[in-house]
């Protein structure tokens, strides 16, 4: 039984709002966008971070220095460092600004093969390198109608986390996208909030009350600046991973204000 949730845990917490924006923005794109973004930054009641592409990463962390938006990648090597061609480290990228790296996303999943025990990995190098983890879990169109969302999503924590302490996860962030709600049309809000009880209920299972109540759990699948409120509004959803909707800034910011 959950007695609490994130948002209420001791003091009201900001909804965290990230843009993935996936494969788009050079880095002169990514500096305008934040520019424009960080201007609007002070009035926005939520925690803002952006997920750029690796090219695009150093030239939006200098944007956003003395701001409170924070940068961060949607992929990262497995290893410290070493004969691995193509890959990226943690230590790489918390040179260039790094705090915050998306981690099993579907796409990454479904086009580039990774596996519960490669994000695993991941997410231990994230825990070791001080890069703070967002988990990326959803089911297919087919698991939900075959009654096995909450089986799912509760065996892709488990795979991604296992062998991790309650300590090793303070930092931890979930994030909820049914792979049939992205780039199509958003779950409803109380169909995202069921299968955000099942990963609450599971993390204070495995990890404790404090653990569960300190996580965020965000939802990702067609987030957009008319959804996003009635999203927010349930106990268990505590933000938002957004992707097509982070492209343009003024969407964008419509979006994070409410
Ligand atoms: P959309 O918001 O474009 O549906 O993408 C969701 C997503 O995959 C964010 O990581």
Request: net charge neutral; charged share 25%; aromatic share 6%.
């Amino acid at each position: 039984m959950i007695i609490g949730s994130y948002k209420k845990n001791m003091v009201e917490k900001k909804a965290v709002i990230i843009a993935n924006w996936k494969m788009h923005k050079t880095s002169r794109e990514a500096d305008d966008f934040v520019r424009k973004l960080a201007s609007h930054a002070r009035s926005i009641p939520a925690q803002v971070m952006i997920a750029a592409p690796f090219t695009a990463i150093a030239a939006a962390s200098m944007a956003a220095s003395g701001t409170n938006v924070l940068i961060g990648a949607q992929n990262m090597s497995p290893f410290a460092e070493g004969p691995y061609t193509g890959e990226v480290s943690a230590r790489m990228l918390r040179e260039i600004g790094v705090r915050f790296v998306l981690l099993g996303h579907s796409e990454r999943r479904r086009l580039f093969f990774e596996t519960n025990e490669t994000i695993r990995q991941k997410v231990e190098r994230a825990v070791v390198e001080g890069i703070q983890p967002v988990l990326c879990i959803g089911e297919t169109l087919e698991e939900r109608e075959s009654g096995k969302t909450g089986q799912v999503l509760t065996e892709q924590m488990r795979a991604c986390l296992e062998g991790l302490s309650s300590e090793d996860l303070r930092t931890l962030v979930i994030a909820y996208e049914p792979i049939w709600a992205i780039g199509k049309v958003a779950a409803t809000p109380e169909a995202a909030e069921a299968a955000h009880l099942d990963c609450r209920q599971f993390l204070q299972e495995k990890w404790g009350e404090e653990t569960a109540l300190q996580t965020p759990i965000l939802y990702g699948g067609s987030v957009n600046p008319k959804n996003i409120k009635e999203l927010l509004k349930q106990p268990n959803i505590d933000g938002a991973l957004v992707g097509h909707a982070s492209l343009d800034v003024e969407t964008f910011v419509q979006l994070i204000k409410g």
